[in-house]
């Protein structure tokens, strides 16, 4: 079973909430946030923004003028990481400038030893550290540093889940909705089971309730968060998986859609896509990586399925729903990829035809188990490899945008466009980018518009 924090620990931290609002009180000070990685460190980058609003904080895109920084990073690969160092490092100056200014750090680096000891050693201008198992105890944190204490750094804290945090959602009618926490699926190339810890479920009533308020508020376009939602309520005991979640959620009166990431292969079912068919608000959207071909490559990553078995769930899949969209992660150059590896990949994408691939040149990461598998491809064979991929990629992204030429779609308005031709951005139900114009549109509205042309990243539509 989760452990959920108590009650009286929640309201200390509101406590603490309280005691900063009457410190920070008249003073007019801006908080300034980075999110680095994927959309669970965006929904918790949200949760921080609502405790700051709640501590009377105002928030601004400009790193100079702010008083409070936070970046929230990501440790999963090393490309990540260098940005965050960089983004701190270049606040050396500011810092000198305005000692009084507050940097912080939090997420998934701070969640490793060896990123912890580099920022207090070398980046002496980080005053408050705090790691993914402390989030909700930021207050406190926040607190000590406001008090005088030179560096705060917290990177403590159990598996546990944290209910009622404030939250401070990005503009616009899409929301995120964490429904689980950490992974338990250990591939030997991913950091994140051991910065994000064990699989933990939120309890279905409570993210129900938190669907319910989202769609009152008006969010038109939910997705539930996990590292890996198809192993939903494992640990609860209840008699409830993802499939039976979505369709409890799919109840929920409202005219929204509902998504969903990330999904294990070796977790998705039939059963999911049963679900997936019949519950008329879960978007015919699919994000499954497979992230490579051979089968023996997915051994050497512990993925714990075949090619075989993942061209099975695809098949299921499209004859349920004919028109889902299909995205997948692949890593290239995992150590040990041979020449005839790669092909694998490049046959299986071929033969899927995803609408949509987000493609990674392999980065050891200290502590997992492929760290120390050798290499065998050279950089230069790794980059041929990669852009190979995307060549293919881009040859099938052509041609599935193209045939949607002339086709009338129901899209939700989510932005305005850079074009002044095209002055909307919206989604498909599978989740496409379209730039859109027409009378009347505005953003957080479900239309009816037509495909008038197609290019690799955007369709262009007119609305009816
Ligand atoms: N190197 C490259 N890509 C990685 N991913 C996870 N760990 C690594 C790594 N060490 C990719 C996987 C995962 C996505 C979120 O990031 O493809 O699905
Ligand atoms: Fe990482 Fe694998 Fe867990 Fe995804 S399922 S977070 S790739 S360990």
């Known amino acids: 079973m989760p452990v ?9 931290q509101f406590t603490y909430i309280d005691a900063i609002a009457s410190m920070v009180g008249g003073k007019q000070l801006r908080a300034y946030t980075h999110t680095f990685g994927c959309q669970q460190n965006e929904a918790d980058t949200e949760r921080i923004r ?52 507050i940097i912080a750090l939090c997420g998934c680096m ?4 060896k990123n912890v000891e580099k920022i207090k050693k070398s980046y002496p201008q980080v005053s408050l550290l705090f790691g993914t198992h402390a989030l909700w105890r930021f207050p406190s944190l926040l607190y000590r540093v406001l008090s005088g204490e030179k560096r705060v750094f917290d990177i403590g804290g159990e ?5 009622g945090l404030p939250v401070l959602r990005a503009a616009g ?16 190339y991913c950091i994140v089971p051991y910065v994000r810890g064990r699989e933990r479920s939120r309890r279905p009533e409570e993210i129900e309730k938190e669907l319910r308020e989202l769609v009152e508020a008006g969010y038109k376009e939910i997705t539930l968060l996990g590292q890996n939602v198809n192993s939903y309520g494992k640990d609860l005991g209840l008699d409830l998986d993802f499939a039976g979640l979505l369709r409890r959620l799919n109840a929920v009166p409202g005219d929204f859609w509902l998504r969903f990431m990330t999904s294990h292969p070796k977790d998705a079912s039939p059963r999911l896509f049963d679900a997936m068919a019949a519950c008329d608000k879960v978007a015919k959207q699919l994000h499954l990586p497979f992230q490579s071909g051979s089968d023996e490559i997915l051994r050497r990553m512990n993925r714990r399925y075949t090619a075989a078995d993942y061209r099975a769930l695809i098949a299921d899949a499209r004859a349920k729903m004919p028109d889902i969209t299909l995205s997948s992660d692949i890593i290239v150059g995992f150590p040990g990829e041979t020449e005839a590896d790669f092909e694998q990949t490049l046959k299986l994408v071929h033969d899927v035809q995803f609408d949509l691939l987000f493609t990674f040149l392999y980065s050891p990461r200290t502590g997992t188990p492929a760290a120390s598998y050798e290499e065998n491809a050279t950089p230069q064979e790794k980059q041929n490899r990669f852009e190979r991929l995307l ?24 932005g305005t466009a ?5 002055p909307f951005t919206a989604r498909t139900e ?11 549109i505005t953003i957080g509205s479900f239309i009816q518009a037509t495909i008038e042309k197609t290019s690799l990243r955007c369709l262009f539509a007119q609305k009816k």
């Open 430 to 440: 599978g989740n496409l980018l379209v730039c859109v114009r027409g009378e009347g």
């Open 159 to 163: 598996d546990d889940i944290a209910e």
């Open 4 to 12: 959920t924090v108590s009650d009286e620990q929640l309201q200390s």
């Open 418 to 422: 850079k074009g002044p031709d095209y």
């Open 110 to 113: 701070a969640q490793q030893e």
């Open 50 to 101: 609502g405790m700051l609003r709640q501590m009377g904080y105002e928030m601004t895109n400009d790193v100079n003028e702010a008083d409070f920084i936070l970046f929230n990073t990501c440790a999963v690969r090393e490309h990540a990481e260098d940005r965050a160092f960089g983004n701190i490092g270049s606040l050396t100056h500011l810092k000198k400038r305005r000692p009084e200014v």
């Open 391 to 414: 060549k293919a990629q881009d040859e099938i992204v052509a041609r599935r945008q193209a045939a949607y030429q002339g086709k009338t779609l129901r899209l939700l308005i989510d």
């Open 173 to 188: 009618p899409k929301a995120w909705l964490s429904i689980m926490y950490g992974c338990n699926n250990f591939c030997t």
